[in-house]
């Protein structure tokens, strides 16, 4: 079986992603199991000689020129499979690539399966397009609950199509004894065993609760709390003034003693600090969401998790069972939960317990083998 999957920011690439990331664990664990695999890419990718995934820097624009000579290389690939990871943004504002899954069929292609990240934005043509990108795609992997919702809800005649599979997390779990790495970890911030680590990770921009985070914050210093805030990642590509401004909300807080900004941190050195961590951290203002990529690596280290409530009902996540939730925005809630979760072992014992049991959704070997299903029966 061969399959050309598609997506523009296949690292290593200029432009950092978390589908990106997402795609090559995915194509990655997918080449253990025997498929053959092509990935195209933007020409920000950085070709590496030791992958074992051929990775081709396609496009710089996804204008109608580079959609059609796509079309062109998937029809003389002899692909069985089109694989698209999509999001509005993805391939940019212009709407060709959303018209690919359509011109593959009007060309007599290969069937083309869609993982939609997310659905809509806030432009007219990925919403305009939407209907069209999912009509022409044969199978629908829907890895979150709000493209499930979405689909169902406004393309109810396409509910067959739709196949539920997470994303995992690009964190890899830590070698080596736990404990040691935790006490190397406290020793390196030179914490005291009375006082709490708490983590926050991903890339900082607008609408990730992080101003939401650091008032809850100063209520925890006010209460006299003993703990330590570890933000790690840095700014998003054209979001470093905003990241700027965050550092100094911290220092005219008084705050520098409670939260050290570690900025972009390897892959590794983010799993042992993870590892160490009491609580984790992530206060979404649109709310918990499968989609992070961030907040799967908090469950996968299975640690004690507080978010905010989703936008849409989730089965998924279970305040007090599995996750603390609080509404989004809300500080005097993220701090009183960030203090019950601090003085509360049996809490912290019990969310450790829950998200334990979800962490086997989200495992790599799982997804992996979903897709390659996904693939054999829509080849079948």
């Known amino acids: 079986m061969r399959i050309c999957m598609v997506c523009p920011t296949y690292p290593p690439n ?7 990331d997402y795609t090559r664990e995915l194509a990655e664990h997918l ?17 590496e000689n030791s992958s074992p995934i051929q990775v081709i820097p396609f496009a710089e624009r996804w204008d109608w020129r580079a959609t059609r000579n796509l079309a062109r290389f998937i029809h003389e690939g002899a ?16 709407p060709w690539m ?102 926050h990770f991903g890339f900082a921009y607008s609408g990730k609760g992080i101003e939401t985070l650091l008032a809850a914050s100063s209520r925890l210093r006010a209460a006299g709390v003993k703990y330590l805030l570890l933000i790690i990642g840095g700014p998003w590509p054209g979001a470093e003034a905003y990241y700027k401004e965050l550092q100094a909300i911290t220092r005219t807080s008084g705050l520098n003693e409670h939260i ?27 709310g918990i969401s499968a989609r992070r990529s961030t907040l799967v690596a908090g469950i996968m280290h299975q640690l004690p998790i507080i978010s905010t409530h989703p936008v849409k009902p989730s089965p998924r996540f279970r305040d007090g069972e599995n996750v603390l939730l609080v509404p989004p925005g809300d500080h005097v809630a993220l701090s ?45």
């Open 14 to 20: 200029d432009v950092p992603c978390g589908v990106g």
């Open 31 to 47: 080449a253990v199991t025997g498929v053959s695999l092509t990935v195209v890419a933007s020409t920000f990718h950085r070709p």
């Open 79 to 94: 692909f069985d499979l089109i694989h698209i990871q999509y999001t509005p943004g993805l391939f940019g504002r212009l």
């Open 98 to 199: 959303k018209l690919l899954p359509a011109v593959l069929a009007l060309r007599g292609g290969p069937r083309v399966i869609l993982t939609p990240h997310t659905l809509v934005a806030g432009y007219s043509s990925a919403t305009m397009l939407a209907p069209l990108l999912t009509s022409f795609s044969h199978r629908i992997i829907c890895p979150n609950d709000e493209v499930t919702y979405l689909v169902s809800k406004y393309l109810p005649f396409l509910r067959p199509r739709v196949r539920r599979i997470p994303i995992g997390s690009s964190i890899p779990a830590l070698v080596g004894d736990p404990e040691l790495t935790r006490a190397a970890i406290r020793a390196e911030f030179g914490l005291e065993a009375d006082t709490a680590l708490l983590s």
């Open 260 to 286: 050290l900004w570690l900025g972009h941190c390897g892959r590794e050195r983010i799993a042992a600090l993870l590892l160490a961590s009491d609580i984790y951290v992530v206060p979404y203002e649109d």
């Open 336 to 380: 009183r939960a960030m203090t019950t979760l601090i003085t509360s072992p049996e809490l912290r014992r019990r969310l450790r317990l829950g998200v334990a049991d979800l962490a086997k959704d989200f495992s790599w070997s799982r997804i992996a083998e979903s897709t390659a299903a996904v693939y054999h029966e829509v080849c079948v």
